[in-house]
């Protein structure tokens, strides 16, 4: 099976705490790296955890709030004295492209390197990325600045062999990858195989949707519906609600009652606040609700 992963990079909101950095991630997807998000001291995580900075080539930044972004000139810097020389693509606000122009200017840096930079649109969901095998949409969030979520949907996958049958059978390889999209097999005496006697059925196709940062709203449920994992900001407990929807977050709660009402296998938390030392609170109000919940930790892998 293909490899499809996420390894958080940061959890915390605003301000760094209690060894919690500001939100980045790593999504691997058969061993193409994609960064979401940059907050301040990303490029150290990357190398704390092992990650080749020269391998990722597509950047997703969600919203131009400091601790999504900020480590974003340094990443891009980094990679420049490094010698990089591959075509680096940056999804984000329009804005972002002035920031890193205007950082480039007063340094006085020319990077070596292209930056191909794709501004996002806050106000309906779009395809960024397509390849065979995996597509990435962004899609608006509600936020107090243009905010955009993002979904990494797998696609079709091959259905695989059945090794006995096609052995006995005695079916040169040159016909596997025609049986394995379905097209029958037909021997040199004319005898008609099919295909779907020949394979066992192709596994289901999966899903990662990041949502940070957001207050609960119904216009990103449709974009989230019945992804295999969805990381989902809780920045408080819900006895903050109030204080939630005055600065554009989510609760614990909420974000439990979201993944249920989109049919989501499992919730990831994160973007703590900096008040919550300890997060076990957060975790047991969302799983009451929703039972498949983890935390997000730093430096932890989680499969899609
Ligand atoms: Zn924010």
Redesign the pocket.
Known sequence: MLRFEVLILGNS??TPMFERHPTSQVVNYNEQLFLIDCGEGTQMQLSKYGIKSNRIDHIFI??L?G??YLGLVGLVSSMHLVGRKADLHIYGPAALQEILELHFKYSETVIRYNIIFHPTNPDQEEILFESRMLTVRSFPLI???A?TGFRFDEGKRAASLRADKVEALKIPKVYFAALKKGIDYVDPQGNVFAASELTLPAPASRSYAFC??TVRHPIYLSSIEGADLLYHESTFLHEMLDRAKET??TTSLEAAEIAKETHVKKLLLGHYSARYRTLQPLLEEAQAIFPNTELSVEGKWFLV
């Open positions: 909101s605003a969600s919203h709030h601790d999504h936020h107090r600045i905010c940070s940062d554009f977050h």
